[in-house]
């Protein structure tokens, strides 16, 4: 099973951007969906946005799309994701995760494997 480590978070005015990183550890992602979660304070852990490794294909949640970019890195084994024209609510902890199967699963309890997490924090 892949591990992995995320970073790229920080605080932020409304209207900027950060891109969060996710670094695969144990294995490489090849074959994986990698996916990025995000959980607020005192509430759920919510899917924000997928790539298919192998075949480059996204998917977001409806309040990312247009602002938010997930991508891979193949030579650093690293998936990104840029987030631009952040809001306050797009503030909470950011967390990554893979998964062997190619399908879109947007529940977190599916899911076994995560980082530490990186906060980002969206406030003037």
């Known amino acids: 099973q892949v591990q992995v480590v995320e970073s790229g978070g920080g605080l932020v005015q409304p209207g900027g951007s950060l891109r969060l990183s996710c670094v695969a550890s144990g294995r490489a992602f090849a074959g994986y969906s990698v996916v990025w979660f995000r959980q607020a304070a005192g509430k759920e852990r919510d899917f924000v946005a997928h790539?298919?490794?192998?075949?480059?294909?996204?998917y977001y949640v409806d309040s990312a799309k247009g602002r938010f970019v997930i991508s891979r890195d193949s030579a650093n084994n690293t998936v990104y994701l840029q987030m631009n024209s952040l809001k306050p609510d797009d503030t909470a902890v950011y967390y990554c995760?893979?998964?062997?199967?190619?399908?879109?699963?947007?529940?977190?309890?599916?899911?076994?494997?995560w980082g530490q997490g990186t906060q980002v924090t969206v406030s003037s």
């Open positions: 995760t893979a998964s062997p199967s190619t399908l879109v699963i947007r529940a977190a309890g599916a899911y076994n494997y």
């Open positions: 790539i298919n490794w192998d075949s480059g294909r996204t």
